[in-house]
């Protein structure tokens, strides 16, 4: 169930809830969640250096820097370390590959001591705004705290590439206006789409989790629909005009 999951901004949505339902959804669980934010599409009309893209990249950036780095056990801490050193790795290797070609807006820096925290490896929440729709950053699935931050010149051309990425699991939009919810609803290609709230945090029994294309084939768990994927579904035809009957055969 791999995702790239992405998070549209739409030039009406209300930005003190966007900036925190996308900082929640991207380094929640260090972003080592399927369901997690690593694509946020913000819409400009203004063009990559426009008002509403750069307001909402320094928002989400200055509200990312407030995120406590630490022991998980501490109830203070909003960061943990991730799963291994092999993931360490790879997050920071794309981390590397977010410098060729992007603007790195946030890398932070992890406290001295915490690597030491449960034998874990701590990678810091970064951010990269600027990023090319063909980029790495914008395409591979890196399952850690990196999040690409993304421009589209309108509602139609978020939705584009927003759809673009083979893997379909989760999406969220954040807007005000009614058209374009319910046109996300429409063409938003996903198997859980989330309006104005974060993407991640699926209720079992309530939203049935699951994609499509390279992130699964439909529910996984959270509803009926689940069970009828372990059936052999089988079709029955029958004449009914009958021609007489016969009880005694």
């Known amino acids: 169930m791999g995702g790239k999951n992405a998070v549209i901004i739409d030039t009406s949505a209300d930005l ?3 900036v925190l339902g996308v900082r929640h959804s991207a380094f929640g669980f260090q972003g080592q969640k399927c369901s997690a934010c ?3 599409i913000v819409v400009d009309p203004a063009g990559p250096e426009g008002p509403h893209i750069t307001t909402f990249t320094r928002r989400f950036v200055e509200a990312t820097k407030a995120l406590v780095i630490g022991d998980p056990m501490l109830p203070g801490t909003d960061v943990g370390p991730v799963i291994d050193a092999e993931a360490a790795a790879k997050i920071s290797r794309y981390v590397d590959l977010g410098k060729q070609g ?11 001591g915490a690597a030491a925290v449960g034998g874990h490896p701590f990678v810091g929440p970064a951010i990269f705004s600027h990023v090319p729709p063909d980029h790495a950053l914008a395409k591979d699935e890196i399952f850690g705290p990196v999040v690409a931050v993304l421009h ?3 509602f139609d051309a978020a939705l584009g ?3 673009s990425s083979p893997y379909k699991l989760t ?3 954040f807007s005000r206006m009614p058209s374009h919810l319910d046109q996300a609803k429409r063409e938003f290609r996903v198997g859980n789409l989330y309006l104005n709230r974060g993407i991640t945090g699926a209720l079992v029994a309530r939203q049935p989790f699951g994609g499509f294309g390279m992130s699964g084939v439909g529910s996984k768990a959270g509803g009926a629909d689940y069970l009828l994927q372990f059936v ?3 079709a029955s035809c029958e004449n009914t005009l009958r021609r007489g009957f016969a009880p005694e055969l």
């Open 16 to 18: 003190d809830e966007a």
């Open 38 to 40: 690593s694509r946020v």
């Open 102 to 112: 992007c603007r790195l807006e946030l890398a932070m820096e992890v406290p001295p």
């Open 152 to 154: 589209a010149p309108s």
């Open 161 to 163: 590439l927003a759809n």
């Open 171 to 173: 999406g969220g939009v």
């Open 232 to 234: 052999e579904p089988r």
